[in-house]
């Protein structure tokens, strides 16, 4: 069967420049050309095939993971590429390996919290890989309440040691990946105790494993914790459990940028602000935030290229069937994705400047903006996480019966990605933080203390609690300064209903469980307007390329519109608008839907995936989808036999009335 492009006509319809939104998606030409050099490389090596993953079993599963991973570092080596390189090669081997967490947060911990010395000693042996590391902090006991930790490092003064000691079996190191199989050593979170007091949640750089034989050191009982949801998927990584039985190690093991230990076993704060372990945190989720403009790109990609590919009723009097995206309850599921996977996107490019702001203004003793950066990139790790888990699912939905394949590539990049709402803090707890910055920064507003950065806004709250949309047409709904009121509006009438209800609690604790579920939606209406206000000063920029930015507009207004529909309640309930202005609001975003729906696959071409990446059948870029999807089958090791292994035990007795004498 010859190679035939089923999307072409789709992609001639296009009213853009794709090129140029390419390097719009990718954040600069020289990201651009870097991702587009790399994801080739990577495809068109056989080492990296991904297609059999989900028909391994675990132990060949993990092995295969092995060997990929020892493939990707001597293809970094032989191919001298540098550190921003490297590190989009393991992002298109896309397979969850130990590397990720050597990299993404054993280095980021010893480089965020261990002293210059510290530094010198470990990173040159982490950065070669003569090392691997893991970041064991969460227990089987406790997760999120970090300072619940039960792991113990006690200081012995006679032996200038700490002794690392599990003493429960809840304080077993659960989960960290990495740990189970792999890595040699750990940062491991653990109580420092001096004199039998108790000094509060520190980190240690503790070996696990022998560099000889790889076996566990005297006192570490360590292993996986076993299968994990979805065929491949995450059951890639040694997710590991670890026990210590008063396992020894230097006093200079301890990171101590921040707080140290002396020889003689007083506990002392160095002059380094312990705001920095903030710093360190605020750049693990704005990776988390971009990560999710990746997975909902790939999800949005696959449904959209599949939608224009399948054909379902309607057809007319030449027997052509309509396609699937031209229907408006697809496209009313569909779009509001697509223009959320733009809307993460540059809200993850945001991110990265702040976590640059912050950096420098910690360097220079500023901690102003620091409580609320920290509240923010927790609100948008919780925002975009849980819908973009929300929309894999939905895009699933969207591919009918065959999104629910493996080989539609959906059900395992669901998989791999719905931890992502637990993982660096759980997607409720983090909304419940943002709540108690927003209630502090409502307390505030009386002092003459302004509020900064994304809460800015709400230095207006009187005009905010005042104001009326002024949408009188349906049009009216396409003026930023319309959008951006009725979010302010809305978020700002939810924190304060929830600071008013609060004041009436003696105790404000108890009002804040009481109230925590209404909390937990202003902390919502606040990051959204964060999200939606963030595209639209995007879309102030510059942006060349025709076409390219009236596109942008067109899916900024659609993410707006449509969150403004999916949560009429709030806005109308506050106030920000009314029963005819929604109605209005809706009006135009059908109108919007009309407008993407020739771009849509160019949309989605931007992203500028291989096959390999997508891993996909379904989300192939010459839409070859029916030929592709019956070769996939055949590949099934059920297919290997015409009459399946087990016909003579169990299906023949049946068939013949024979099963009394059949020896089950």
Known sequence: MGRVDQLASERS?????????????????????????????????????????????????????????????????????????????????????????????????IKGQGTDEQQQKWLPLAYKMQIIGCYAQTELGHGSNVQGLETTATF???????????????????????????????????????????????????????????????????????????????????????????????????????????????????????????????????????????????????????????????????????????????QNRLFPLLASAYA???????????????????????????????????????LTTSATADAIEECRKLCGGHGYLCSSGLPELFAVYVPACTY????????????????????????????????????????????????????????????????EARSARMSVACAQNLANFANQEEGFAELSANLTEASVAHCQLIVVSKFIEKLQQDIPGKGVKEQLEILCNIYALSLLHKHQGDFLSTGSITSKQASLANDQLRSLYSQVRPNAVALVDAFNYTDHYLGSVLGRYDGNVYPKLYEEAQKDPLNDSVVPDGYHEYIRPLLKQQLRNARL
């Open 424 to 487: 660096e803090g759980d997607n409720v707890v983090l909304l419940l933080q943002v709540a108690r910055f927003l209630m502090k920064t409502v307390s505030q507003l009386g002092s003459g203390k302004k509020p900064v950065g994304t809460t800015a806004y709400m230095g207006r709250v009187e005009h905010l609690m005042q104001s009326r949309c002024d949408a009188q047409r349906a049009e009216d709904w396409l003026k930023p300064s319309v959008i951006l009121e009725a979010f």
């Open 13 to 109: 319809k296009a009213q853009f420049d794709v090129d140029e939104m390419k390097i719009v998606w990718a954040g600069s030409r020289h990201a651009y050309e870097i991702s587009d050099r790399i994801s080739r490389i990577v495809a068109s090596d056989p080492a990296f095939r991904k297609d059999n993953r989900a028909m391994l079993g675990r132990k060949e599963l993990f092995k295969n993971t092995l060997r990929k991973a020892a493939h990707a570092w001597k293809r970094i080596i032989e191919l001298r590429l540098t550190d921003e390189e490297a590190s989009r090669l393991r992002f298109y081997v896309d397979e969850p390996a130990f590397t990720d967490l050597h990299w993404g947060m054993f280095i980021p911990a």
């Open 156 to 330: 012995d003064p006679q032996t200038d040691e700490f002794i690392i000691h599990s003493p429960t079996l809840t304080s077993s190191k659960w989960w960290p990946g990495g740990l189970g199989k792999v890595s040699t050593h750990a940062v491991v979170y653990a109580r420092l105790i001096i004199d039998g007091k108790d000094y509060g949640v520190n980190g240690f750089i503790v070996q696990l494993r022998s560099l000889d034989d790889h076996l566990p050191l005297p006192g570490i009982t360590v292993g996986d914790i076993g299968m994990k949801f979805g065929n491949g998927a995450y059951n890639t990584m040694d997710n590991g459990v670890l026990q210590f039985d008063h396992v020894r190690i230097p006093r200079d093991q301890m990171l101590m940028r921040v707080s140290q230990v002396t020889r003689e076993g007083k506990f002392v704060q160095s002059n380094v602000p312990r705001q920095l372990v903030y710093g360190t945190m605020v750049y693990v989720r704005q990776t988390i935030v971009s990560d999710a403009s990746c997975a909902l790109s790939r999800a949005v990609c696959i449904a959209t290229r599949y939608s224009a590919v399948r054909r379902q009723f309607g057809s007319n009097n030449d027997g052509v069937e309509t396609q699937v995206i031209d229907y408006k309850t697809q």
């Open 344 to 382: 993460f996107r540059f809200v993850g490019e945001w991110l990265k400047w702040l976590y640059t702001d912050v950096t420098q203004r910690l360097q220079a003793n500023d901690f102003s903006t620091l409580p609320e950066a920290h509240a923010c990139t927790a609100g948008l790790k919780s």
